[in-house]
């Protein structure tokens, strides 16, 4: 048996782009001897009710030339945006899975039932040419490859297929900041995607017929051992991971609530970098804090546009149907919101994108926050996290409680303000809850997110008023509509909001002092 740790990292790129890759110049500066390619085919076993994936766990067989290989991987970590995996590997004669090679891996109690082992069959394939080179330096080595083919599941009839284009890093020799120094020189011109899901995952999710989602993200689990260099390090990650998981589904779907929780993870990360400005607030650091500002501007129009439709311009045409201003308006909008989409897809298939992604990543692992020249930054890094939360949690709570104490007398400029603080807050809340309890935390969050519902309202409502006056102004394209009927429309819509406001603000005002009743959970 052969178990070794992989540590690897995967982009995705575009065919244009795979065949500029493969003449960089950064692959003949460092090649070792020529390039090599094979085909690779290889089949994924599963029970019927995915055992194996519930385990965490990748096994198959792939014919490789005329050899025979079984491997299983099982469940990794996720750093920054590499992976190690632990995996097993053992050559075949046949191309057939010998469950006894499998006694001393994770999945040995599984198997060892006779019943549960029988049920462990062919699932579907992947099917690949994978082109390699091994790139090295006297203090790395790093194997590159381009796989390009695809994974087939179902029936030879009508079998379901879906592209691979991907390229893997593997890490023979180093660390993995070389992994990230590699990855940035070969797509320093090219748009790229970081990818977090395996081919494993792939076949996975064409058998199920699964499309992939939008997701909400998890939040870093903190203990009372963890270190704030190690709570940053992990609240960062699941930030940018939430961000990441929801960049296909928006490239691929143009999903509303994609793009929606896309802005949330990068919202939360830049809310990270403030939180812990004592220690992220480095050159590097203000760079990529710019950089994330830029990425969730060029999807804030998609967003804003989205929320206008659905939850400002769809109630007014309910209410009148037959309009045909209001359908001109909706129409109008339509056109804005395509453009607001492509605007944001640019963004994505900016090689600017990639970089951002990249570089957050390698300063998340070894960037010059966690190389701090003095001792007192050091001890900083050391101390255990849940001292540092509570400072956060408890400024963070004057700012809102002072902010609120005039609320009623506050115009819509200081309402957004303060909005803007409730959401820092309910972000350090999510953050650190984890050191507190959920249980004894939820009252308080509770009340804390219907504040900030209750002021977005308010929000959405006068960026709408905004958006239908530059409209109506001309100051935005009409797509042929008489500015006339735009004005008629969207004097309509505002007055209809315009109306309820004072409902709202009563909500506002009523969450404000729900929240006010509550007992701070740290």
């Not at 893997?168 to 070389?178: D, I, M």
């Not at 899901?197 to 203990?223: E, M, W």
């Not at 050391?382 to 409680?401: T, Y």
């Not at 803007?420 to 308080?444: M, N, T």
Request: aromatic letters at 8%.
């Amino acid at each position: 048996m052969s178990m070794q740790v992989e540590i690897e990292m995967k982009l995705e790129l575009d065919t244009a782009s795979l065949d500029r890759l493969r003449r960089h110049p950064v692959i003949r500066q460092y090649r070792q001897g020529r390039a090599t390619t094979q085909t690779l085919d290889n089949t994924y076993y599963d029970s019927q009710d995915f055992a194996l994936a519930k385990a965490k766990a990748a096994l198959r067989i792939r014919k490789k030339g005329r050899q025979y290989i079984q491997t299983l991987k099982a469940q990794g970590k996720q750093n920054g945006v590499h992976f190690e995996r632990p995996e097993w590997e053992w050559d075949r004669p046949t191309p057939t899975l010998d469950m006894t090679l499998m006694e001393e891996t994770p999945i040995a109690a599984m198997i060892k039932d006779p019943r549960r082992a029988a049920e462990i069959q062919p699932l579907f394939a992947t099917n690949f040419k994978r082109t390699t080179w091994v790139l090295a330096d006297t203090d790395w080595e790093i194997e590159l490859t381009i796989d390009q083919g695809e994974v087939c599941a179902g029936p030879a009839a009508a079998p379901l297929t879906a592209p691979i284009q991907e390229v893997e890093l593997e890490l023979k020799r180093g660390e993995p900041s070389h992994l990230y120094d590699l990855a940035r020189k070969l797509t320093q011109d090219l748009p790229c995607r970081l990818s977090l899901v395996s081919k494993a995952g792939r076949g996975y999710g064409l058998i199920r017929g699964d499309r992939q989602q939008p997701t909400k993200g998890d939040f870093a689990t903190l203990t009372a051992s963890t270190s704030v260099a190690e709570a940053f390090r992990a609240i960062c990650l699941s930030c940018l991971t939430h961000a990441l998981e929801n960049e296909p589904v928006l490239r691929e779907q143009r999903h509303p609530e994609a793009v929606h929780q896309m802005r949330v993870g990068l919202r939360r990360l830049r809310s990270a970098l403030s939180l812990f400005k004592s220690i992220a607030n480095t050159p590097e650091g203000v760079v990529l804090k710019e950089e994330l500002r830029w990425l969730a501007g060029e999807l804030g129009d998609a967003r804003d546009l989205d929320v206008f439709k659905a939850e400002l311009l769809a109630p007014v045409l309910d209410a009148y149907p037959t309009d045909s201003a209001l359908t001109l308006l909706a129409q109008t909008i339509d056109h804005h919101q395509n453009s607001a989409y492509d605007r944001a897809l640019a963004a994505l298939n900016n090689p600017r994108c990639g970089r951002l992604f990249l570089d957050f990543a390698a300063w998340l692992d070894q960037g010059d926050w966690c190389q701090p020249l003095s001792a007192a930054q050091r001890l900083l890094l050391d101390q255990p996290v849940k001292g540092f939360a509570q400072g956060i949690l408890e400024h963070r709570s004057r700012v809102v409680e002072r902010g609120g104490r005039r609320l009623q007398r506050m115009g819509a400029e200081k309402r957004h303000a303060l909005r803007i603080e409730i959401k820092k807050l309910r972000y350090a809340c999510e953050f650190f809850v984890s050191l507190y309890g959920p249980k004894k935390a939820k009252p308080y969050m509770k009340a804390l997110a219907a504040l900030q519902d209750q002021f977005g309202a308010l929000n959405d409502a006068a960026v709408a008023h905004s958006r239908l006056f530059r409209l109506a102004s001309g100051d935005s394209p009409t797509h042929g509509v008489p500015l006339g009927v735009l004005a008629f429309a969207g004097g309509l819509v505002s007055g209809w909001h315009q109306h309820r406001a004072h409902q709202d603000m009563a909500h506002c005002l009523e969450g404000w002092k729900d929240f006010a009743d509550q007992r701070a959970f740290w």
